[in-house]
C-alpha cells in the first residue's frame, strides 16, 4: 500500500511537473503571440497613420492647387478688367485730345482767315490810294 501510494504520490508530482512545464510552455508561446500580435497591430497602426497623413497631404495639396487657380483665375480677370478700363480711359482722352486739337486748329484757321481778311483790306486800301495817287 506504502508503495502503491508513492507510486500515486511520485505519479502527481510528474503530473504536476507536466502541467507546470507545459504551463510555462503555454505562458511563453501566449507571450509570444502576443508580442507578434503588438508589432503587427503597431505596424497596422503606423501603416494607417502613414496612409492618413499621405491622404492629408494629397488633400492640403489638391486643396493648394484649386486655391492658386481661383486665385490665378481672379488675377487674370482683374488684369482683363484694368485692361479693358485702361483701354476705355485711352480712348477717351484720345476722343478728348482730338476734339481739342479740333478746336484749336478752328480757332488756328478762324484767326488765319481773320488776318487774311484784314491783310486783304489793306492790300485793297493800299491798291486804291495807289490808283488814286496814280
Same mark, same amino acid.
Given at each position: ?8 504520490? =511520485?505519479?502527481? %508530482?510528474?503530473?504536476? =511537473?507536466? +502541467?507546470? $512545464?507545459? !504551463?510555462? #510552455? /503555454?505562458?511563453?508561446? @501566449? ?10 497591430? %503597431? ?15 494629397? +488633400?492640403?495639396?489638391? =486643396? ?9 483665375? +481672379?488675377?487674370?480677370?482683374?488684369? *482683363? /478688367? ?5 483701354? !476705355? ?6 476722343? *478728348?485730345?482730338? =476734339?481739342?486739337?479740333?478746336?484749336? &486748329? ?8 481773320? &488776318? ?5 483790306? $489793306?492790300?485793297? #486800301? @493800299?491798291?486804291? $490810294?495807289? $490808283? *488814286?495817287?496814280?
Amino acid at each position: 500500500e506504502q508503495e502503491h501510494n508513492r507510486e500515486i504520490s =511520485e505519479l502527481i %508530482t510528474r503530473y504536476e =511537473e507536466a +502541467m507546470e $512545464k507545459l !504551463r510555462a #510552455e /503555454l505562458n511563453k508561446e @501566449q507571450q509570444c503571440l502576443l508580442d507578434e500580435l503588438c508589432q503587427q497591430m %503597431t505596424a497596422t497602426h503606423k501603416a494607417e497613420i502613414e496612409q492618413a497623413q499621405l491622404q492629408l497631404q494629397t +488633400m492640403h495639396s489638391l =486643396e493648394l492647387e484649386a486655391l492658386r487657380l481661383s486665385l490665378n483665375n +481672379m488675377h487674370t480677370s482683374q488684369l *482683363e /478688367l484694368t485692361q479693358s478700363n485702361l483701354r !476705355r480711359e485711352k480712348e477717351t482722352a484720345l476722343v *478728348e485730345l482730338r =476734339e481739342m486739337l479740333n478746336d484749336k &486748329r478752328a480757332q488756328e484757321v478762324a484767326i488765319l482767315q481773320s &488776318r487774311h481778311q484784314l491783310e486783304l483790306g $489793306k492790300i485793297k #486800301e @493800299q491798291c486804291l $490810294k495807289e $490808283k *488814286e495817287d496814280l
